[in-house]
């Protein structure tokens, strides 16, 4: 019997979804084209919503994929890899998602939290995996990034909610200084125009 030989690849990680206790997409990022249409990832999506949501275990092999998942609440956290993948690296994948959301929502893990949250839930997952590799499974460095990048992002790509009222005063305070400079304390040139 010939032991099938793979090729060693970072790219460890399929997808990660997170579900609400309905079974529908919250969240959805897949980093292959095992399941290319939205349809085909809807279906999937139910099917493992409906194969898990019910069972107290924490891994799952189904359609020749692996799936750790974890819930909490409302929400169903799942992270997929290929059928060969160490299930120890996608659980702490899942872990480090959860607990770095727990810490950001400050231990509110629920839909509404997260839903008001997406961007932070955005960051988040672009900090543990990119393209399917593991970047990032401390959660603590991940919320320190996540709160790093949400600091640096430019005015220009920033959200009303994000912005506020605040980059605004200085340039109304600015803009009431220098035209109270001018009315307090005209040139003696504008004095003399004037007569």
Known sequence: MEALILE?????VKAILILDNDGDRL???YYDDTYPSVKEQKAFEKNIF???HRTDSEIALLEGL???????IDLYFYVIGSSYENELMLMAV???LFDSLSQMLRKNVEKRAL????????LAVDEIVDGGVILESDPQQVVHRVALRGED???TEQTVSQVGLSPFLPLQTDW???ETRITLHPSPSWNESRD
């Open 66 to 72: 692996t799936v750790v998942y974890k819930s909490s």
């Open 50 to 52: 409906n194969k898990t």
């Open 94 to 96: 899942l872990n480090c």
């Open 27 to 29: 969240f959805a990022k």
């Open 115 to 122: 839903l008001e949250n997406m961007e932070g839930l955005f």
């Open 8 to 12: 060693p690849s970072l790219y460890t």
């Open 176 to 178: 009431v200084t220098k």
């Open 153 to 155: 992002v430019p005015l």
